[in-house]
């Protein structure tokens, strides 16, 4: 049976890249092992490493005024580091919040500076709807102004840039970077955990404007210090390698397929499919407005909360997994990433409407 993984994270990988992994696994470029068990400081490695950068730097346009880090942490880690890194005296940290993870941003933020939060979500007529960005109300003499474009658990994407903001621009994009095509000379730092749209758990890549590496910031260890890893090529200490590895792959993968144009017409069509379908349904029902739905993260609910259990196991035994919602929000939620083939979310609408019409 094909079984279509719709976890939020770690989610699926491409089936061709975890291919060749699986056939390479004991035996990386002839070398008789595995690339988990190569020094990171190995010539092979070194190499691998250089070129993984030279193809995310392809596949989203970053120039040379940006230096890329691969860091330890995921997520959170970056919670920490942007205070830590980015602090400045008498300056707050501004978090703009959306949802559950940009909140979890700024209580991380508040342990190391002022931050003055704004909170941008709006009810529309009882859908889920946020301030348009060009009137989000941001002070000038901020540290850094820091926002989630995709908040995974609540399912709303921001697809503006805030480009009024007077101060540096850090998104975190763990949950969409690489699903659509930006401009990343509109952000000054740019972070995404790797276990989403780019390999395993325990990678974070962080994209920065090498102006702002000059900055003090605050005491910090050493392994979220963007300066000393920018210096040390990301390996100050033991890198996650194999996680470093397997994104270098994906990152070949999506090349191959025609970058990350080709990945987003597929994406939007795979969350137009979901959508329309929810849309039209009197028995599913998602909530919110439809100018900010996430192309990666669609949550759902069923017209009765008492059927969730028997949706879900019947989903599992269609091949249909991990569609449960965050415990948060409840309902349920499928995560679509770039992994995600148009034939799982055709697979999961089909289930959907059987499942309407045997309980309606
Ligand atoms: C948007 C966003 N930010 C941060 C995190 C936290 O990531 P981690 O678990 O890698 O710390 C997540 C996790 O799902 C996320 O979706």
Not at 7 to 25: H, I, R, S, T, W
Not at 172 to 193: P, Q, T
Not at 319 to 333: D, N, T, Y
Request: proline letters at 5%.
């Amino acid at each position: 049976m094909t079984v279509f993984n719709f976890c939020a994270g770690p989610a699926m990988l491409p089936p061709e890249v975890m291919k060749k992994a699986q056939q390479e696994f004991l035996d990386w470029q002839g070398l008789g092992v595995s690339v988990m068990e190569v020094s990171h400081r190995s010539k092979p490695f070194l190499a691998m490493v250089k070129e993984c950068e030279a193809s995310l730097r392809r596949l989203m346009n970053i120039s040379n005024d940006y230096e890329v880090l691969f860091m330890h942490g995921g997520g959170r880690g970056q919670f920490a580091a942007v205070p830590l890194n980015l602090f400045v005296s008498g300056k707050p940290g501004v978090y703009v919040e959306n949802g559950i993870w940009s909140q979890g941003a700024t209580v991380e933020g508040k342990k190391y500076l002022d931050t003055h939060a704004i909170d941008i979500r709006c009810d529309n007529n009882g859908q889920f709807d946020i301030v348009p960005v060009s009137q989000w109300k941001l002070p000038n003499d901020a540290a850094f102004v820091h926002y989630c474009p995709n908040e995974t658990i609540d399912g709303i994407e921001i697809f503006d840039v805030p480009k009024h903001a007077t101060a540096p621009i850090v998104a975190d994009m763990s949950s969409n970077i690489l699903s659509r095509e930006i401009n990343v000379n509109d952000f000054d730092v740019i972070y995404a955990g790797a276990q989403k749209n780019i390999g395993p758990s325990g990678l974070c890549i962080v994209i920065i404007k090498k102006a702002l590496l000059e900055r003090e910031g605050l005491v910090k260890p050493s392994i979220l210090d963007y300066a000393l890893e920018a210096k040390q090529g990301s390996m100050y200490n033991t890198p996650p390698t194999f996680a470093w590895y397997l994104a270098a792959e994906v990152f070949k993968y999506l090349e191959s397929i025609g970058g990350v144009k080709e990945m987003e017409s597929r994406n939007k069509a795979k969350a137009q499919v979901l959508y329309d379908y929810i849309d039209k349904s009197d028995f599913y029902n998602n909530k919110v407005a439809a100018h900010c739905r996430s192309l990666m993260n669609v949550p759902f609910w069923l017209k009765d909360d008492s059927l969730n259990e028997a949706f879900l196991s019947q989903a599992e035994k269609a091949g249909l997994v991990a569609l449960e919602g965050h415990r948060i929000v409840g309902g349920m939620r499928a995560s679509i990433y770039n992994a995600m083939p148009l034939e799982g979310v055709h697979a999961l609408v089909k289930f959907m409407d059987t499942f309407a019409k045997e309980n309606a």
